[in-house]
T-cell receptor, first 115, second 116 residues
Framework: DGGITQSPKYLFRKEGQNVTLSCEQN?????MYWYRQDPGQGLRLIYY???????QKGDIAEGYSVSREKKESFPLTVTSAQKNPTAFYLC??????????????FGDGTRLSIL | AQSVTQLDSQVPVFEEAPVELRCNYS??????LFWYVQYPNQGLQLLLK??????LVKGINGFEAEFNKSQTSFHLRKPSVHISDTAEYFC??????????????FGAGTRLFVKA
């Protein structure tokens, strides 16, 4: 079955450490997204990519970085510059056919905590 | 710019009772509308979507929603809820035009709690 795989499910970060969250999809979708979810705040967009080797900042990109070297993969790095990284991180993808009327498909998330 | 307001942060309801989760949106352009459900420690799943046509949309698990353009609302309803419907529900909009990668804007969510 096609879908989105996020790993790890739980991740702990030490002070001053960078950590990378993995997101892989086998849906053949061009567009991929990273969201941060905090209680009571819904989903906030961190970065998105519409095509390989291209990505754009979302609403809360500071302290995060991404790459899009392959269509299937869109890893997110939480850098030491992100002072409040504790959150639930969701990766999503969407087909490019009729971009704006297609729903997003989501992975099961990574919960990041500070040690 | 677009915004989505979910009018209730929490909705407690007894099993087999009807429920309505309210969603209002604001946008200067036409939008597509979605409802998603999130179970604990999982990602979001699509419940239903409104693209065009009939304003009453039926989704999975017995949910339906009605688009009201004049009131810019897209309320979600279910005539009889089950314990298994306990989850968080998100209303979302995507604008018709390419304003930055067809970004989807999500509401803050409504936590539905079904009591026995």
């Amino acid at each position: 079955d096609g879908g989105i795989t996020q790993s790890p499910k739980y991740l702990f970060r030490k002070e001053g450490q960078n950590v990378t969250l993995s997101c892989e999809q086998n849906l053949n979708h061009d567009a991929m997204y990273w969201y941060r979810q905090d209680p009571g705040q819904g989903l906030r967009l961190i970065y998105y990519s519409q095509i390989v080797n291209d990505f754009q900042k979302g609403d809360i990109a500071e302290g995060y970085s991404v790459s899009r070297e392959k269509k299937e993969s869109f890893p997110l790095t939480v850098t030491s510059a992100q002072k409040n990284p504790t959150a639930f991180y969701l990766c999503a993808s969407r087909s490019s056919g009729a971009y704006y009327n297609q729903p997003q498909h989501f992975g099961d998330g990574t919960r990041l905590s500070i040690l | 710019a677009q915004s989505v307001t979910q009018l209730d942060s929490q909705v407690p309801v007894f099993e087999e009772a009807p429920v309505e989760l309210r969603c209002n949106y604001s946008s200067s352009v036409s939008v597509y509308l979605f409802w998603y459900v999130q179970y604990p420690n999982q990602g979001l799943q699509l419940l239903l979507k409104y693209l065009s046509g009939s304003t009453l949309v039926k989704g999975i698990n017995g949910f339906e929603a009605e688009f009201n353009k004049s009131q810019t609302s897209f309320h979600l309803r279910k005539p009889s809820v089950h314990i298994s419907d306990t989850a968080e529900y998100f209303c979302a909009v995507t604008p018709y035009e390419n304003t930055g990668g067809f970004k989807t804007i999500f509401g803050a969510g409504t936590r539905l709690f079904v009591k026995a």
